[in-house]
């Protein structure tokens, strides 16, 4: 009895400390874990395009590890595309719109994390 106490105290303890680690996440985190979860079955785990749903698409993803491609973007480009899909800068509607499902704020760290992906800015080339 007494152990099964010590037992739930235990995970208790454990749970908060979980709990208390998401709270204290930084953007870049926020957007590595948003990526994970939204983005990776497409554009992979690492970014680099490789997804589990390639083998089956019509249009490759995009590999966010590719600075040329990337560095070509805006912040405001990557923002739009996430929000309003593909088509909204004339790409493929097999890049889904996020607007509803992902949160203005969540959307800017997904950028943010595409900008750590490519280790790349708008504008700085190859
Ligand atoms: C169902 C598969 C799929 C999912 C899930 C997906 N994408 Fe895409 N994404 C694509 C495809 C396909 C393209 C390429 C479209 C094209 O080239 O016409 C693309 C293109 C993009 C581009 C445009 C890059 C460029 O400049 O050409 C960005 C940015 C992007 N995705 C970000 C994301 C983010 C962030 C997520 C997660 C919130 C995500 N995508 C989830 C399929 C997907």
């Known amino acids: 009895m007494k152990k099964a106490i010590t037992r739930n105290l235990i995970v208790t303890a454990l749970g908060l400390f979980v709990l208390g ?14 990526y994970k979860t939204y983005c990776s079955q497409c554009h992979g785990i690492k970014g680099d395009g490789m997804g589990v749903n390639v083998r089956d698409m019509a249009v490759q993803p995009r590999d966010h590890t590719d600075r040329v491609a990337m560095s070509s973007r805006s912040d405001a480009d990557l923002f739009k595309v996430v929000k309003e899909g593909g088509q909204a800068i004339s790409k493929s509607v097999l890049m889904p719109a ?17 900008r750590v992906l490519c280790q790349c800015q708008h504008g700085s080339g190859s």
Request: net charge negative.
């Open 98 to 114: 996020w607007a509803g499902a992902i949160s203005d704020d969540e959307i800017n760290s997904l950028v943010k994390h595409m």
């Open 21 to 34: 680690g998401q709270i204290t996440v930084s953007a870049e985190e926020t957007g590595e874990a948003l």
